[in-house]
Nanobody
Framework: QAQLEESGGGLVQAGGSLRLSCVVSGSILNIYSMGWYRQAPGKQLVLVATITSGGDINYAESAKGRFTIYRDNAKKKVILQMNSLRSEDPGVYYC????????????????WGQGTQVTVSS
């Protein structure tokens, strides 16, 4: 069974940086799009950034210029480098990945990690 595990969250002062990492484990045939999403307390899950297997990247407007997403396909990892963190950035950050785990059509689906908490102090 495929799993995603995030790390790198924590407490940082406003203006500081954090680097989130997400590693895919398990038997995987292919990884398509990977991404990061954020859920702030009492709010809906929102997209932060995504990256396709071909390297096409999409950022939320709030992330542009401050966050960088990149992936290491050999290590089955996606990284979110977050700089200039602001008061609107805190929340639980979830990694997701579009994975192919077998040869049946039902073996291609989105997997989610458990999330990592990001807190920004003013």
């Amino acid at each position: 069974q495929a799993q995603l595990e995030e790390s790198g969250g924590g407490l940082v002062q406003a203006g500081g940086s954090l680097r989130l990492s997400c590693v895919v484990s398990g038997s995987i045939l292919n990884i398509y799009s990977m991404g990061w999403y954020r859920q702030a307390p009492g709010k809906q899950l929102v997209l932060v950034a995504t990256i396709t297997s071909g390297g096409d990247i999409n950022y939320a407007e709030s992330a542009k210029g401050r966050f960088t997403i990149y992936r290491d396909n050999a290590k089955k990892k996606v990284i979110l480098q977050m700089n200039s963190l602001r008061s609107e950035d805190p929340g639980v950050y979830y990694c997701n990945a579009d994975l192919v785990t077998g040869w049946h059509h039902t073996d291609a689906r989105i997997f989610w990690g458990q999330g990592t908490q990001v807190t920004v102090s003013s």
